[in-house]
């Protein structure tokens, strides 16, 4: 579904992404975790197109991402993606948030696509919230409403960029939930995430990246137990103590 | 002697309706051009291809940093040489366009620059074109940034059109120096030019300040 081959990034001198190979299956709940500038966030942003590569090749669903002649609007309707800020569009209600790909992208007709963000929008519990803005909702509300706007392209692949880090702790359980359920529904999804508990509990693997390289890959609970790099322990045992 | 002077200037204002016509259409016509032009240029300059950011930014540096009544000249007097031979009206316009232009292009691209990348990225996400990125995301959120200045911007414009009677166009500054030379009461006729200029910015300073307030709320 999602496949890495000998991807190498740089931005200026810095090598982001080295030698990247890795294959996320159908269905498989990816998570990635690593120091802060290790290169994991660069690591999703490439699968849909938002960073450029200089070598490698990443495919999505047979599609080669940076290839010119991939039409990168059919690749991005199939990949769903939630920031770590929101970046819903305050100018509209939330369910225009959800709405305006739908209708401008997928030339969705209106009532139609108001059917299915409203049907989103109770899928992360905020049925109620359609009318709001967002700066009317709280952080954990509003990032609910992004994922609910990911959802509204039918995508096969969610990709989450440390969707709780910008919220407060006592909404972080709301956002996880969301992603729990989905995780059960069988979409592809690869978090950036220093959750350990969401990790423990959906993910199929945890992907472990230090200096742009991928350095451990394991079941989460092998990992989290038992690391097999110095590194991965040493991190491990940081965002444990915290 | 002023008194006398008074009932020849009210004699004339018919003159210095047409002139105050004159100019606020060569205002009017010039603002929407430019408008027009600079939303373009300043949508083409936030974007990220190389040729045009600097193309326009060489573009926005000369029109900006030259005095408007040398602009103007060029236009009248050195844009014929090269085969563009105008009449004043239209190179009033010209020359407006081009200078009014930069200044609104520099405002736009400073809205839209205002606006976190993280916005232009969520919308690429969901597969919007630049286009539309532009259209439904960035600039509704941006002219909150651009519309006082904007306005601003306009005051200033309406004022310069001022210089386009150095070229002959009969507009309310050139009715000022016609007049004067026929009554002597220097005062009394740039009061008058004056005043008619206030009519026509005042509304617009009092909306910018209007939007300004609204904006910032």
Request: charged share 20%; glycine share 2%.
């Given at each position: 579904m999602i496949e890495f081959k000998g991807v190498n990034k740089w931005f200026d001198k810095l090598h982001?992404?080295?030698q990247i190979e890795l294959k996320v299956q159908k269905g498989e709940v990816l998570v990635v975790c690593g120091p802060s500038g290790s290169g994991k966030s660069t690591l999703i942003r490439c699968i849909n197109k938002l960073e450029p590569i200089q070598q490698g090749e990443i495919v999505v669903n047979g599609m080669s991402v940076h290839d010119s002649a991939t039409n990168l609007t059919k690749l991005r309707t199939e990949i769903g993606f939630v920031f770590q800020q929101f970046y819903l569009y305050p100018h509209m209600t939330a369910l225009q948030n959800i709405t305006l790909a739908p209708v401008n992208?997928?030339?969705?007709a209106k009532a139609e696509a108001e059917k299915i963000g409203r049907e989103k929008l109770d899928r992360v519990g905020?049925?109620?919230?359609?009318?709001?803005?967002p700066a009317q909702l709280s952080g954990g509300q509003q990032q609910r409403v992004a994922i609910a706007r990911g959802l509204a392209m039918s995508p096969e692949i969610m990709l989450f960029d440390?969707?709780?880090?910008?919220?407060d702790p006592e909404m972080i359980g709301e956002v996880l939930d969301v992603m729990v359920s989905l995780a059960s529904e069988g979409i592809t999804m690869c978090v950036v995430t220093h959750e350990m508990g969401f990790a423990k509990k959906v993910a199929d693997r945890v992907l472990f990246m230090d200096e742009g390289k991928i350095i451990e890959t394991g079941k989460p609970a092998d990992f989290f137990?038992?690391?097999?790099t110095e590194r991965a322990a040493d991190f491990i045992s940081k965002i444990l103590s915290h | 002697m002023t008194t006398f002077y008074f009932g020849r200037l009210v004699e004339m204002f018919p003159f210095f309706l047409s002139g105050l016509w004159m100019t606020t259409k060569v205002a009017f016509i010039s603002l929407i051009v430019c408008t027009l032009i600079g939303f373009v240029l300043g949508m083409l300059r936030a974007n990220d291809t190389f040729f045009f950011k600097h193309l326009i930014g060489v573009y926005v540096a000369l029109a900006r940093g030259t005095p408007f009544v040398v602009q103007i000249f060029i236009v009248f007097f050195i844009f014929p040489e090269w085969g563009l031979q105008l009449e004043p009206f239209p190179a009033a316009l010209l020359a407006m366009a081009i200078m009014g232009s930069a200044f609104i292009c520099e405002i736009v691209a400073g809205g839209i620059a205002s606006i976190p990348k993280g916005q232009w990225e969520a919308a690429a996400s969901s597969g919007l074109t630049k286009v539309q990125q532009l259209r439904f995301v960035i600039i509704p959120q941006a002219l909150k940034v651009i519309l006082p200045p904007l306005v601003g911007q306009y005051v200033l414009l309406i004022k310069d059109?001022?210089?386009?009677?150095?070229?002959?166009?009969?507009d309310l500054t050139r009715v000022g120096w016609v007049t004067v030379m026929r009554i002597p009461e220097g005062l009394m006729v740039f009061a008058l030019v004056g005043l008619l200029y206030f009519a026509i910015s005042y509304p617009l300073i009092l909306l910018s300040n209007y939007l300004e307030r609204k904006m910032a709320r």
């Open positions: 982001v992404l080295n992208v997928k030339k969705i905020l049925a109620e919230k359609a009318d709001a803005y440390e969707p709780t880090s910008a919220l137990d038992h690391p097999q | 059109t001022s210089v386009v009677s150095v070229i002959g166009v009969m």
